[in-house]
C-alpha cells in the first residue's frame, strides 16, 4: 500500500523556520516526480516546490528564496525547509509523487499524503 506520511508542520511566529517531511512508504520513488504544495483557507491548492527526476528543483514564486526543498533518495523522504515564514504562509502543506517525466506535469502526481498544517503568527 502505497502511503505519504507529512509531518513537522506547527506554530511559528513571523521570520521563524520550520522543516516539513514528507515519508514514502510501499513504493520508491526515487526516479519520479515529488512536489510540495500549500493550501491556505478559502484558496486553491498551490504548487509551492517541486524536485524533479533529474535532480532539478523548482519554485514558486512566492517562496523562491525563502524555501528549500530537498530528498533522501535512500530514505524515500522529501523535506521542504521553510525560513523567513509569514503569515501569509499559514496553510496544510501536502507532498504528492508520481511521473517521471522531467516535466514534472501536475496530473501526474497521483499519490498524495493528508497534509500537514503550518500557522504563522504576526
Known amino acids: 500500500q502505497v502511503e505519504l506520511v507529512e509531518s513537522g508542520g506547527g506554530s511559528v511566529q513571523a521570520g521563524g523556520s520550520l522543516q516539513l517531511s514528507c515519508v514514502a512508504s510501499?513504493?520508491?520513488?526515487?526516479?519520479?516526480?515529488m512536489s510540495w504544495f500549500s493550501q491556505a483557507p478559502g484558496k486553491e491548492r498551490e504548487r509551492i516546490a517541486t524536485y524533479t527526476p533529474n535532480d532539478r528543483t523548482v519554485y514558486a514564486e512566492s517562496v523562491r528564496g525563502r524555501f528549500t526543498i530537498s530528498r533522501d533518495k535512500a530514505k524515500n523522504t522529501l523535506f521542504l525547509q521553510m525560513d523567513s515564514l509569514q503569515p501569509e504562509d499559514t496553510a496544510m502543506y501536502y507532498c504528492?509523487?508520481?511521473?517521471?517525466?522531467?516535466?514534472?506535469?501536475?496530473?501526474?502526481?497521483?499519490?498524495w499524503g493528508q497534509g500537514t498544517q503550518v500557522t504563522v503568527s504576526s
Open positions: 504528492a509523487a508520481g511521473g517521471n517525466w522531467r516535466s514534472c506535469p501536475t496530473d501526474q502526481l497521483t499519490d
Open positions: 510501499g513504493y520508491t520513488y526515487s526516479d519520479y516526480c
